[in-house]
């Protein structure tokens, strides 16, 4: 054979054996992943990351008990319906299999353990959740009992909980347990269905200790206007306001209580993290700012839609995951509450894929930070193993939790490097920088990343260097200048020609002028300001297009300039055409608005007078708002409450001018100026909806136009 033709053969031959190595060990990549993972930032915006969880394994379908009929033969007997799984410290799974009422054990590398013996005196019915000790103990919910057992870790029978005596338990408490978990002291957690009283608490022996971890009811300001009119009998007649029950319960290595809970108007403490005297850290301020208070992602959220969150599992760190039931999602956040990932995938009816959960009933995590989800429509549970990005995220944020930034910074650089777009590598590496004294590239850091704490303490540190460089100098300006000012009054005592070198003012005489400075009267004379406006003719339409004009500036600067401390937008792109519209369909709303009711209910002023008038009320924006936008850029969020006692008295002042315009432009008393406003106000909001429903039409009109023109040019 040619030499040629013998190395065409070898290369042909090695190209074979390489497709069959590769079909007959998949590697997965991430672009070949089922489901989508992603982060939201501050900003709201959606980030689409690597996959930090891969599928690994499936469980469950491997479950094998003696025949009952011959006792030596092992029949297949697959899961029904399961509820609940745990895994304990020695990542041994247990498994709540509800529709066969038994619990399941699956070893450590997810195969098949054995069942737990049956009861003899009274078997499970139908038990949903499960939880187990450091000792091994098993902590059942036997639902269909309605009670807990405490199995030991053969299986065998060691106590049982039921519903206590006590009179702190309200008459005709359904107690139907469905969630347990065990403190260290051996307090036990108790989920009952549907119960808004919060968690059952009992004592080791069995006794009521309280109700724990309880939810506040909703209470809006419809309610509270319903306390104020409604009679008792009325008030009793209405649906009753109860607090969301609780989904579910867990309890981390260090002893703080996690639930999740569900409601239609429970939008945030969806999940909370209590100590034993019941507060909840995940509503706790940190570095950063406030802690997240909101849990359980949706990638595209439909309208009014709200997580339902089925349970919690949490890692030896204090990072924590919750799952979705309904649309499927899992969402993973360190122990501060702050999101890290959320991945979902779109599951088909017909089939089973790795990596897809249909119906997710229970999720827990073991001491290599694998997951665990349970799929009680599929009968199965399926393994997800942590991937290079996701272990890299998590080892970084838990070194910055730490403390430990400097080794975390590498970590965070090579997750940026990874994603670029990826927020907590930025925020990770602001916190390394200002932790080794970097103030200007933290305070870069922070404004990329969007936190406004973090911003604003890097800021404050580097003006208090830039003043500490410069207090000398300062002090050396002021004392010149008290020294010239002594030898000044000297000189003047002395020398009577001193005192009469004083710059001299300069007069302004033209009438437009006078009307400009007419806007300062109105500011401290409001009411004399105004009257002047109507009957002495202060003010003229250009002059209060100048105020309009300079109004408008201040405001756009003000939404664009201020600092981003105390402007979250700054950060965002403002569009000057949206800023624009804004202001002027308001302002343009008003000035209709009023007019019209004014005109109606015989009051004095033209429509002139209100149009100048409702522009001379805006000069707040120019005198307070201008000078405070540069001031913020020097001020930090310690100074929060002078920069916001400022920023609100601005809005303030100008609704008050308004309310003075109107009274003394249209000659009204107190009580007719308060019913001009609320017609004004209603008539803005009617004519918004009609312009609505106006462009509304206009753009289905020449949708169809177009759509004619379109079909008559074709043929």
């Given at each position: ?23 007959g ?9 089922p ?42 007997s ?10 304990d ?86 107690f ?22 919060g968690?059952?608490q ?63 108007q429970?939008k ?53 995951s919750?799952?979705?039931?309904d ?12 999101l ?18 249909k ?36 080892k ?11 080794e ?41 990343a ?12 580097i ?34 020609a ?35 406006l109507?009957?002495e ?11 309009l ?15 981003f ?23 343009v ?42 001031i ?57 909806v ?26």
């Amino acid at each position: 054979m040619k030499p040629a033709k013998l190395k065409i053969i070898r290369l042909l031959w090695g190209l074979l054996a390489v497709c069959l190595v590769w079909v007959g060990y998949p590697a997965v990549a991430s672009a070949d992943y089922p489901y989508a993972t992603n982060y939201r930032s501050d900003t709201d915006s959606l980030v689409w990351t690597q996959a930090a969880f891969a599928p690994e394994q499936v469980l469950g379908r491997d479950v094998f008990i003696p025949d009952p009929e011959d006792p030596h033969k092992q029949v297949l007997s697959p899961l029904a319906q399961p509820s609940d799984l745990f895994v304990d410290t020695q990542d041994v799974i247990y498994v709540a299999d509800t529709g066969n009422n038994r619990i399941v054990v699956f070893k450590r590398d997810g195969t098949f353990d054995r069942v737990l013996p049956a009861l003899p005196d009274k078997p499970l019915s139908s038990p949903q959740g499960l939880y187990v000790d450091g000792k091994g103990n098993i902590y059942v919910a036997d639902t269909g009992n309605a009670r807990i057992v405490m199995l030991g870790p053969d299986g065998k029978l060691l106590k049982e909980y039921t519903l206590p005596e006590s009179r702190f338990i309200p008459e005709g408490y359904r107690f139907e347990p469905i969630k347990v978990a065990v403190d260290k002291r051996g307090y036990v957690y108790i989920v009952s269905r549907g119960s808004y009283n919060g968690l059952l608490q009992l004592e080791p022996d069995g006794d009521f200790v309280r109700f724990f971890a309880a939810n506040k009811a909703p209470f809006t300001l419809l309610d509270s206007i319903k306390r104020k009119i409604y009679t008792r009998a009325m008030y009793e007649k209405q649906i009753s306001k109860l607090p969301p029950a609780i989904n579910n319960v867990n309890i981390d290595e260090r002893g703080f209580v996690y639930t999740v809970s569900f409601g239609e108007q429970l939008k945030s403490s969806q999940v909370k993290k209590l100590n034993y005297a019941g507060k909840d850290f995940l509503a706790s301020d940190n570095s950063m700012g406030t802690s997240n208070d909101t849990f359980g992602e949706i990638r595209f959220a439909a309208a009014n839609q709200i997580p339902n969150l089925t349970d919690i599992a949490v890692d030896r760190l204090g990072n924590f995951s919750v799952i979705d039931s309904d649309s499927k999602v899992v969402s993973q956040y360190d122990t501060f509450g702050n999101l890290l990932f959320f991945w979902s995938g779109d599951a088909s009816p017909n089939t089973t894929q790795l990596g897809i959960v249909k119906s997710p009933a229970a999720i827990d995590i073991n001491s290599r930070n694998e997951i665990y989800i349970l799929d009680n429509n599929a009968n199965l549970i399926q393994k997800f193993r942590q991937t290079e990005f996701g272990a890299l995220v998590y080892k970084a944020n838990n070194l910055t939790i730490d403390g430990r930034y400097k080794e975390a910074e590498p970590v965070w650089r090579e997750v940026l490097h990874l994603n670029a777009y990826y927020t907590p590598a930025v925020i990770g590496l602001a916190q390394a920088a200002y932790s080794r004294g970097d103030y200007p590239e933290a305070k870069k850091l922070y404004l990329q990343a969007g936190i406004q704490k973090g911003y604003s303490n890097a800021f404050w540190q580097i003006r208090l260097e830039w003043l500490q460089d410069r207090f000398g100098l300062f002090m050396n300006i002021l004392i010149s200048v008290i020294v010239l000012y002594i030898l000044y009054r000297i000189a003047a005592k002395r020398y009577p020609a001193v005192s009469r070198l004083r710059p001299s003012r300069i007069q302004l005489t033209s009438r437009f002028i006078g009307q400009l400075r007419h806007t300062f009267y109105v500011l401290r004379h409001p009411v004399d300001g105004f009257y002047a406006l109507r009957y002495e003719h202060k003010g003229s339409y250009l002059s209060a297009c100048v105020v309009l004009a300079l109004a408008y500036i201040s405001y756009a600067v003000i939404r664009s300039y201020t600092s981003f401390s105390f402007n979250a937008e700054a950060i965002k792109a403002l569009s000057a055409t949206t800023v624009f519209l804004q202001f002027f369909l308001v302002w343009v709303g008003w000035v209709i608005s009023n007019y019209l009711v004014s005109s109606i209910m015989r009051g004095e002023g033209r429509f002139k007078d209100v149009f100048i008038g409702s522009s001379y009320a805006l000069t707040p924006f120019i005198v307070i708002g201008l000078p405070l936008t540069l001031i913020s850029n020097g001020m930090s969020l310690s100074e929060e409450s002078i920069y916001q006692f400022l920023h609100q008295g601005m809005y303030v002042w100008v609704f008050l001018l308004l309310i003075w315009k109107v009274m003394s432009i249209q000659n009204y008393t107190v009580g007719e100026t308060a019913v001009n406003l609320l017609y004004t106000i209603g008539t803005m909001v009617i004519i918004g909806v009609l312009c609505f429903i106006l462009f509304g039409l206009s753009t289905e009109l020449r949708s169809f136009i177009y759509s004619i023109v379109q079909e008559v040019s074709v043929r």
